[in-house]
């Protein structure tokens, strides 16, 4: 599986020093928008997680693979080429080439993503790419999902998990729908985040969890600029010490 390393520059004398940053948590707490934000801000890397995640499992539903299949998922884990643009200004995901950055937001891959996702080889395949994104990352790389602190890269230098209301996720996440196809059913949206945490923290393979050495933030009376600036602050102090 191969990975696209865009926005990685050499670092100058004295610049800060490189900062592998993980930033957790459930849907609809900010992490998208935080992470690139702050990547942007700081000069560094940026990944998304969850957008490999779901181009597996695009690439699965679009060549026949039973999503609802183990045996037939983990059989087709090593298929599919996966890689990551990791410019925070214009990240980008392919699978066998193809651009998957529409495909991947869409409802069938939402409602298959925790199944496909579950599935130990899936896990396994892309939690070699992303530890292998990190450390080609020179500059220092925020890297967002779920089990980024506790699995993925679990050295982070600073781990950073985003909490939220359910009803301040729900709302967030309406809007982006709401954005996305003209309309948003809060009470549904609602209820697909928590069957989605709970999916997500019941799995048997690198479950949603908070690392004991994160910093929690809760989000839910913070504006998405407020956010930034608090992880902004938190990676400059550990540059600063490092």
């Known amino acids: 599986m191969a990975a696209s390393l ?12 490189p900062v592998v940053v993980a ?3 459930p849907s609809g707490t900010g992490k998208s928008s935080t992470s690139k934000a702050v990547a942007a801000k700081l000069g560094l890397s940026y990944l998304d997680t969850g957008a490999q995640y779901r181009a597996i499992t695009w690439w699965m539903l679009t060549h026949g693979v039973d999503v609802d299949d183990p045996a037939a998922v983990a ?8 890689e990551s643009g990791t410019d925070p200004s214009a990240p980008t995901i392919t ?4 651009d998957a950055a529409g495909p991947i937001r ?8 925790s199944a496909v996702s579950a599935v130990p080889e899936v896990r396994a395949r892309i939690t070699a ?6 450390d080609s990352a020179e500059r220092g790389i925020v890297v967002e999902g779920r089990d980024i602190g506790t699995t993925v890269l679990p050295g982070a230098d600073l781990k950073i998990f985003l909490t939220a209301s359910p009803e301040a996720r729900a709302a967030r996440r309406g809007g982006e729908l709401k954005a996305q196809n003209g309309q948003a059913d809060l009470a549904a949206t609602r209820q697909a985040l928590l069957k989605r945490d709970q999916a997500d923290s019941s799995r048997k393979t690198s479950p949603l969890a908070k690392a004991d050495d994160a910093v929690e933030v809760d989000t ?3 504006t998405l600029e407020q956010v930034i600036e608090c992880v902004v602050t938190l990676i400059e102090e550990k540059q600063r010490v490092a």
């Open 6 to 17: 865009e926005g990685t520059t050499p670092v100058l004398p004295g610049a800060p020093a």
């Open 95 to 98: 699978a066998d080439g193809e």
């Open 23 to 25: 930033i957790d948590g």
């Open 220 to 222: 839910t009376e913070l």
């Open 106 to 113: 869409t409802p069938e891959v939402t409602a298959a993503v």
């Open 129 to 134: 790419l992303q530890r292998h994104i990190a």
């Open 75 to 82: 059989e087709a884990a090593e298929r599919p080429v996966i």
